[in-house]
């Protein structure tokens, strides 16, 4: 499918001969999206058109998927405002050609001043507000640091792989209706939660075909490319983010931000019939979740139930539940609480788990807890493979979109409002829904758990898929049941991706349906007992599917939003 999303900018012209020129094939002023490509040799796929081509840009230049990932994620900083970011935070899982899994973490961190009832009133009881509003409710950023962990794999110069963002940030580029139309419904709290003018905000309504830019961001970028991770997390940015939180009540101070690292962590690998699932570890609770849910469906007749099919759907919906009541017991920051990993993912334990299963009958979140006794909207993915058989899968967040919505003064960027993914109050649901416990509660330093799950599938060693998704709590159900379309049920990757998804999170005892979900399906659910609810999209998932016979890859992007596949 291909849409021609802009056409006639006024003043498109004048500008693109020479930033055009700079860009490559960038057309920041006219540009297509693409849903679904193929490729021979290489593919990204992300949020934003412009950002998976200058991904493609980068590996037209001799660059690897490393490369790519990296151009793309701060293209997406500058195009895509809601939630590419240098704000936020993120996770990178990587198949590389020699074989080896990676996994690098670059979540945001609470400040040394937060404390554990940060976000409590006298009377205990929990103001989310704070932890989702303004300077409060940022994490120190991980992104930056994250980039340059990331270069470790990479082959281009880092003043190479941010050229395209910073070209797009100071020549700006055309933006879609659906970018004009969340920048217009976020504009009073982009004026409310901000002490000096932002790049967002302009005196008349957005509209399709407007060029948005962003000069202040631009020139941190530029800073960023000249001193390094240093630019950002020392000297003038850091300065600027100082003062804003200065300005606005906010705790992140200068010694934070120098003292923010990103980890290089051991990334999940797991068997499922014949394939090797690489997944991200904690803080991410995603690759354990995954893990567990795929662990219980295994031994089930899933591909012979069909897609969508009543059993099919119960059986998931049964492994959700049962995964999302032991993240909100058990998981959080591994360098700080100790999980029982090795016990959740245990073939015993998940036998026992869905020992209380009952084909036809609606399991309840009341009778099915953590199953462990105790021992003493705004994120993005993007997905690339390469010519050499490199797989990087990425997701990154400010958490809400647009984050805080506050900006980082004069440098021009959106900080994130992750702090709310913390467990501000045990049993206090977040801005998803989600609860938690001690395991996830706000300590100096820490790292919030996170639902982000970046994913690759191998065969014999080699990547066959990479993908990943936003949505918050959904994030996990959705990876989950793509890889089930794609495994399973032998879905396109088009479908996979597009078909209407489900969710179910232990609490509340509901299942979330999204517009387009068979009422087939919801009525064989309601007939077993569940409550159904319907809600809106469920994520935006980006996939990429390798044949390993012809090498062809095929991208798909998500149709729930402007994202855009691009390949060569
Ligand atoms: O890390 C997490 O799990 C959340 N901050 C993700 C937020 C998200 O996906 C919002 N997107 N729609």
């Excluded at 849409?3 to 020479?18: K, P, Q, R």
């Excluded at 879609?176 to 939660?193: D, G, I, M």
């Excluded at 360098?335 to 788990?353: G, H």
Aim: charged content about 20%.
């Amino acid at each position: 499918m291909r849409f021609l999303l802009i056409f006639g900018v006024a003043f498109g012209g004048l500008l693109s001969a020479c930033a055009q020129q700079q860009a490559g094939s960038l057309h920041p002023y006219d540009y297509t999206i693409e849903k679904n490509i193929t490729a021979a040799k290489g593919a990204v796929v992300s949020a934003h058109p412009l950002a998976s081509e200058a991904g493609v840009l980068v590996l037209r230049q001799g660059g690897n998927a490393v490369d790519a990932a990296i151009a793309t994620q701060l293209a997406l900083a500058v195009v895509y405002p809601g939630a590419g970011n240098i704000g936020g935070g993120g996770f990178l899982v990587a198949h590389l050609k020699n074989g080896r899994n990676i996994a690098i973490d670059y979540r945001e961190t609470a400040p040394a001043k937060a404390s554990r009832d940060m976000y409590l009133d006298s009377a205990g009881n929990a103001i989310t507000k704070l932890s989702l509003d303004g300077h409060l409710a940022a994490g120190i950023p991980g992104t930056v640091a994250g980039l340059f962990a990331s270069m470790k794999y990479a082959k281009l110069p880092f003043s190479k792989l941010i050229a395209p963002a910073i070209l797009l940030a100071e020549k700006g580029f055309v933006i879609t209706a659906k970018e004009a139309e969340s920048l217009n419904h976020t504009r009073e709290e982009f004026v409310k939660l901000n002490t000096v003018p932002t790049a967002f905000v302009k005196e008349v309504p957005w509209k399709a075909g407007d060029t948005l830019v962003q000069p202040d961001l631009a020139h941190t970028l530029k800073l960023i490319r000249d001193k390094g991770q240093a630019g950002f997390y020392e000297g003038e940015t850091a300065d600027n983010i100082v003062s804003e939180m200065q300005r606005g009540g906010g705790i992140i101070t200068l010694a934070d931000l120098k003292n923010y690292k990103a980890v290089e962590r051991k990334a999940i690998a797991f068997q499922y019939k014949g394939q090797t699932i690489v997944t991200m570890p904690l803080p991410s609770s995603g690759g354990v979740c995954l893990q567990q849910m795929m662990m219980m469906v295994e031994n089930y007749p899933v591909a012979k139930w069909g897609f969508q099919s009543p059993q099919a759907l119960q059986l998931m919906i049964e492994a959700e539940r049962r995964a999302y009541a032991d993240r909100a017991e058990f998981l959080g920051d591994p360098d700080f609480v100790k999980v029982p990993v090795a016990r959740l993912i245990d073939p015993s334990y998940i036998r026992s788990r869905m020992s209380t299963f009952t084909p036809g009958t609606a399991g309840n979140s009341d009778s099915t807890k953590a199953g462990l006794t105790k021992e003493s909207e705004q994120t993005t993915h993007l997905s690339v493979i390469d010519a050499d058989g490199n797989a990087v899968a990425v997701t990154t967040t400010l958490n809400g979109h647009y984050g805080s919505r506050t900006v980082a003064g004069k440098a021009g960027f959106l900080l994130n409002n992750e702090m709310d993914d913390f467990s501000v109050k045990p049993g206090v649901p977040n801005m998803y829904g989600l609860v938690g416990t001690e395991a996830n509660a706000i300590a100096p330093g820490k790292r919030m758990l996170s639902s982000m799950t970046p994913t690759i599938v191998l065969k014999n060693n080699k990547p066959i898929y990479s993908l990943g998704t936003p949505g918050g709590a959904t994030i996990i159900t959705s990876v989950f049941q793509t890889l089930m379309n794609t495994l399973e049920f032998g879905l396109s990757p088009e479908d996979a991706v597009n078909k209407p998804k489900f969710h179910h999170q232990w609490l509340p005892d509901v299942v979330y349906v999204e517009p387009g979900f068979p009422e087939e399906g919801v009525q064989a659910l309601e007939q077993m007992g569940y409550k159904i609810e319907k809600r809106g999209p469920i994520g935006r998932t980006e996939l990429i599917k390798k044949d390993l016979k012809t090498g062809q890859l095929q991208a798909a992007a998500d149709k729930r939003g402007d994202d855009g596949a691009a390949g060569y």
